[in-house]
């Protein structure tokens, strides 16, 4: 790389925010999936920001100096095709990012059936009181599927407001430290009625 580097953003008409820092030490071109092609010529670095595009894969024979790419998701999978396993750019997520952020919307979509959440914002707006039952979630059990850091982050955060969780992953196993018990993904079928 010589000069200033060249970041491709390739996006879905949402563009990242705070990218001020980025083009005060980069040239910085934006494209869609189908614009790519022509922004990746010259460029050292790919930000995929539109994560599920498959676009890279169609455009791979056009990123001839590229370095280095970031998928602005947890994994990598929708990305990674043969070609670029065996090229020496090297790929990068943004792992741990959404950890938290995800545990909290799962925390609050289950309140929010639990406690009807929905009805009560109705009958508010028509400046109604009607007294109703909720469900609690102290003694409710999940099955979280996926034992990643977002699982995880997700079953900490469900067993602190006194739930039972356990997991589905790749292999079966007992006594994890966040799950107690984790299912195999291929008996999945046949525990998922104990929850």
């Known amino acids: 790389m010589t000069g200033q580097p060249v970041v491709v953003v390739l996006h879905d008409d949402n563009l ?5 820092s980025v083009a005060a030490q ?6 869609t999936a189908d614009a790519l092609g ?5 460029a050292d670095v790919l930000l995929l920001w539109d994560f599920f595009s498959p676009a890279v894969k169609r455009v791979w024979d056009r990123c001839t100096s590229l370095q280095w790419i970031h998928i602005a998701a947890a994994g990598v999978d929708s990305l990674m095709f043969d070609d670029l396993v065996e090229s020496d750019v090297v790929v990068t997520n943004s792992r741990g990012v959404f950890d938290r952020p ?7 979509q289950i309140l929010a ?3 009807d959440s929905a009805h009560s914002a109705a009958l508010q707006s028509r400046r ?15 099955m979280i599927v996926g034992t990643g850091a977002i699982g995880r982050e997700t079953a900490r955060i469900l067993k602190a407001v006194g739930m039972t969780v356990s997991g ?7 006594h994890d430290a966040d799950f107690g018990v984790v299912h195999a993904s291929s008996d999945v079928a046949q525990v998922v009625h104990d929850v």
Do not use: S
């Open 102 to 108: 995800i545990a909290e919307f799962v925390l609050g």
């Open 26 to 31: 980069a040239e910085v071109r934006y494209a």
């Open 16 to 20: 990242p925010e705070n990218m001020d």
């Open 128 to 142: 109604v009181w009607e007294h109703r039952e909720t469900e609690r979630i102290d003694t409710a059990h999940a």
């Open 168 to 174: 589905v992953g790749r292999t079966y196993r007992t």
């Open 113 to 115: 059936f639990a406690k």
């Open 38 to 42: 022509d922004a990746v010529p010259g």
